[in-house]
T-cell receptor, first 113, second 114 residues
Framework: GEDVEQSLFLSVREGDSSVINCTYTDSSSTYLYWYKQEPGAGLQLLTYIFSNMDMKQDQRLTVLLNKKDKHLSLRIADTQTGDSAIYFCAETSNAGNNRKLIWGLGTSLAVNP | EPEVTQTPSHQVTQMGQEVILRCVPISNHLYFYWYRQILGQKVEFLVS????????KSEIFDDQFSVERPDGSNFTLKIRSTKLEDSAMYFC????????????FGSGTRLTVV
């Protein structure tokens, strides 16, 4: 079945860039997402990329997609302490409107002052 | 900004009891979902709901589970006879028709079965 994998932890210094990586298995993925979860909060959509794109930039966030290797990354420029959270990679398992999401385990980002 | 509201935020129940988790999706959204996250595990899809019926459900969503949209605003998940392994964070989400922007999630209900 479909699977999404992420590394579990990342620690960076404030002001540095963070890169969170994700791999997926579903070759029919249409959209890939990055969600952020702060302690005690819900799942907040950060950004998404359509599968026919290679890159998407949104302010401090850059998403890179290598469809051949089924590899997705999220780069956060100038990482701040407020970016400390769990970051989830997710992909849609079908192209229809139903759009069930398949999730990674989440990468816990710790930003040190 | 519109949000998805879930109640309660935390529910403790005894094994074998029925629980109802409640969600108020965003008013102009048409697709509704329940996901769950067992501690230390991945977020798992449970069920999707569209046009007043289930459009897809996972293997987890067995006869113990049911969903309902009783009044056009609430979206509920009922677990008929809870088991210890049902302890998890349950997330409700809603989505606009055909939106590429993904879902809007609620803050979740932490269900603890004792």
């Amino acid at each position: 079945g479909e699977d999404v994998e992420q590394s579990l932890f990342l620690s960076v210094r404030e002001g540095d860039s963070s890169v969170i990586n994700c791999t997926y298995t579903d070759s029919s993925s249409t959209y890939l997402y990055w969600y952020k979860q702060e302690p005690g909060a819900g799942l907040q959509l950060l950004t998404y990329i359509f599968s026919n794109m290679d890159m998407k930039q949104d302010q401090r966030l850059t998403v890179l997609l290598n469809k051949k290797d089924k590899h997705l990354s999220l780069r956060i420029a100038d990482t701040q302490t407020g970016d400390s959270a769990i970051y989830f990679c997710a992909e849609t398992s079908n192209a229809g409107n139903n759009r069930k999401l398949i999730w990674g385990l989440g990468t816990s980002l710790a930003v040190n002052p | 900004e519109p949000e998805v509201t879930q109640t309660p935020s935390h529910q403790v129940t005894q094994m074998g009891q029925e629980v109802i988790l409640r969600c108020v999706p965003i008013s102009n959204h048409l697709y509704f979902y329940w996901y769950r996250q067992i501690l230390g595990q991945k977020v798992e899809f449970l069920v999707s709901f569209y046009n007043n019926e289930i459009s897809e459900k996972s293997e987890i969503f067995d006869d113990q589970f049911s969903v309902e949209r009783p009044d056009g605003s609430n979206f509920t998940l009922k677990i008929r006879s809870t088991k210890l392994e049902d302890s998890a964070m349950y997330f409700c989400a809603s989505m606009m028709t055909g939106s590429p922007y993904g879902y809007t999630f609620g803050s979740g209900t932490r269900l603890t079965v004792v």
